[in-house]
């Protein structure tokens, strides 16, 4: 009996070292799996953060072009406000200097002419009379 005893417990050692190790495979085997997981996972959240880096970068860099191009659009419009307002002026300024000359001239015609009918008339009035002819 005792042999078969011995057998019996031989036989629970052995089934019991085999589910040991058994369990210790599985336990290896999950521990490999999760540290695949999670280098998995962390290189995905680096893969996200990096492409979340660049985005952020693209979109900040769009922004500055757009202020750019919106600077150099006001820039524009106002050169373009200050020379427009300077034509103006200087069309202004000429049109008042050829207003100016026509009145000059126009003045001056006038002032030649008054001065001439004054001459005209002093002449007249210096002038001694011419004799008369008389009937002798």
Same mark, same amino acid.
């Given at each position: 009996?005792?042999?078969?005893?011995?057998q019996?417990?031989y036989?629970?050692g052995e089934?019991?070292a085999?589910?040991?190790?058994?369990?210790g495979?599985?336990?290896g085997?999950?521990?490999q799996k999760a540290?695949?997981t999670?280098e998995? %996972?962390?290189?995905?959240a #680096? &893969?996200?953060? /990096?492409?979340?880096k +660049? =985005?952020?970068g693209?979109t900040a *860099?769009a @922004?500055?072009?757009k202020a750019?191009?919106a600077k150099?659009k006001?820039?524009q419009?106002?050169?373009?406000a200050?020379?427009?307002t300077y034509?103006?002026?200087q069309?202004?300024?000429?049109?008042?200097a050829q207003?100016?000359?026509? %009145?000059?001239?126009a003045? #001056? &015609?006038k002032? /030649?002419a008054a001065? +001439? =009918?004054?001459?005209e008339?002093t *002449?007249? @009035?210096?002038?001694p009379?011419e004799p008369?002819?008389?009937?002798?």
């Amino acid at each position: 009996m005792a042999s078969n005893q011995n057998q019996g417990s031989y036989h629970a050692g052995e089934t019991k070292a085999r589910t040991e190790e058994k369990t210790g495979q599985m336990m290896g085997a999950t521990k490999q799996k999760a540290g695949q997981t999670t280098e998995a %996972t962390k290189q995905k959240a #680096g &893969e996200t953060a /990096e492409a979340t880096k +660049q =985005k952020t970068g693209e979109t900040a *860099e769009a @922004a500055k072009q757009k202020a750019a191009e919106a600077k150099d659009k006001t820039a524009q419009t106002a050169q373009a406000a200050k020379d427009k307002t300077y034509e103006t002026a200087q069309a202004a300024k000429e049109r008042a200097a050829q207003g100016k000359d026509q %009145t000059g001239s126009a003045l #001056g &015609e006038k002032t /030649e002419a008054a001065k +001439q =009918k004054a001459a005209e008339t002093t *002449e007249g @009035a210096i002038a001694p009379p011419e004799p008369e002819e008389r009937d002798i």
